[in-house]
C-alpha cells in the first residue's frame, strides 16, 4: 500500500521569504513523486515531479523540490515566497511497480497563505 | 496548451437519481482516471481506464459506478444511484502513454439532496 503525508494542515509565511510545505510518503517499490496546487474553485495543477535523476527537481512558478530517500520525504519549497502563491498544495505518490493504472494517492493537502 | 474538460461544474440531484458526470481528457492521452474529493478530506482515485477498460478501481468503486469511453472524445462517470455520501467534487484527469504526469480537470461538484 502507498500513503502520503503532509503534517501541516497550514504553513503561513511572509511575501519575500522562503516557504517549504512538508511531504512524507510510504511505498513498497520506488516512488514517483509529484506535486499539485489547486486555487480556489479551480481543478489541480501539476507543479513538479521526481521520477528519477537528480534529487532536486525544479518546477512551475519557481517552486522545486528535493527528494530524500532516507528521510522518505519529498518537500516542496520557494526561496521567495509571492502573495498569489496563496493555494492549496498537495504531494502525491505512485510506487514505480504498480503498472497496472497507475494510480495517485494524494496527501491530505497543504494551505499556503503568503502574507505581504 | 491543451486542457482536461469537465461538464457540468455543478451537478445537484436528488438521493436515488443517477447523474452521468462528463469529462473530455486531452486529445493525445490514452490513459484516463477520476478522482473525488469530499469535502475537506483528501482527493481520493476511483477508477483508471486504458484501452477501453477498467484497468484498476478502489473500493470506493461498487456496482453503483461506471466508466464508458462512448465516443473519441469523451470520458464519462455515472453513478446509478446516488446516495447523500456520493457529493463531493469528482475531477477527471488524462495522462499520455509516454509520461508519468496526470493532468486533471476542474472538477465537477456533486450535491446529493
Known amino acids: 500500500a502507498q500513503s502520503v503525508a503532509q503534517p501541516e494542515d497550514q504553513v503561513n509565511v511572509a511575501e519575500g521569504n522562503p516557504l517549504t510545505v512538508k511531504c512524507t510518503y510510504s511505498v513498497s517499490g520506488n516512488p514517483y513523486l509529484f506535486w499539485y496546487v489547486q486555487y480556489p474553485n479551480r481543478g489541480l495543477q501539476f507543479l513538479l515531479k521526481y521520477i528519477t535523476g537528480d534529487n532536486l527537481v525544479k518546477g512551475s512558478y519557481g517552486f522545486e523540490a528535493e527528494f530524500n530517500k532516507s528521510q522518505t520525504s519529498f518537500h516542496l519549497k520557494k526561496p521567495s515566497a509571492l502573495v498569489s502563491d496563496s493555494a492549496l498544495y498537495f504531494c502525491?505518490?505512485?510506487?514505480?511497480?504498480?503498472?497496472?493504472?497507475?494510480?495517485?494517492?494524494f496527501g491530505g493537502g497543504t494551505r499556503l497563505m503568503v502574507k505581504p | 496548451e491543451p486542457e482536461v474538460t469537465q461538464t457540468p461544474s455543478h451537478q445537484v440531484t436528488q438521493m436515488g437519481q443517477e447523474v452521468i458526470l462528463r469529462c473530455v481528457p486531452i486529445?493525445?492521452?490514452?490513459?484516463f482516471y477520476w478522482y473525488r474529493q469530499i469535502l475537506g478530506q483528501k482527493v481520493e482515485f476511483l477508477v483508471s481506464f486504458y484501452n477501453n477498460e477498467i484497468s484498476e478501481k478502489s473500493e470506493i468503486f461498487d456496482d453503483q459506478f461506471s466508466v464508458e469511453r462512448p465516443d473519441g472524445s469523451n470520458f464519462t462517470l455515472k453513478i446509478r444511484s446516488t446516495k447523500l455520501e456520493d457529493s463531493a467534487m469528482y475531477f477527471c484527469a488524462s495522462r499520455p502513454d509516454w509520461a508519468d504526469t496526470q493532468y486533471f480537470g476542474p472538477g465537477t461538484r456533486l450535491t446529493v439532496l
Open positions: 486529445s493525445n492521452h490514452l490513459y
Open positions: 502525491a505518490v505512485r510506487d514505480m511497480r504498480n503498472n497496472a493504472g497507475n494510480m495517485l494517492t
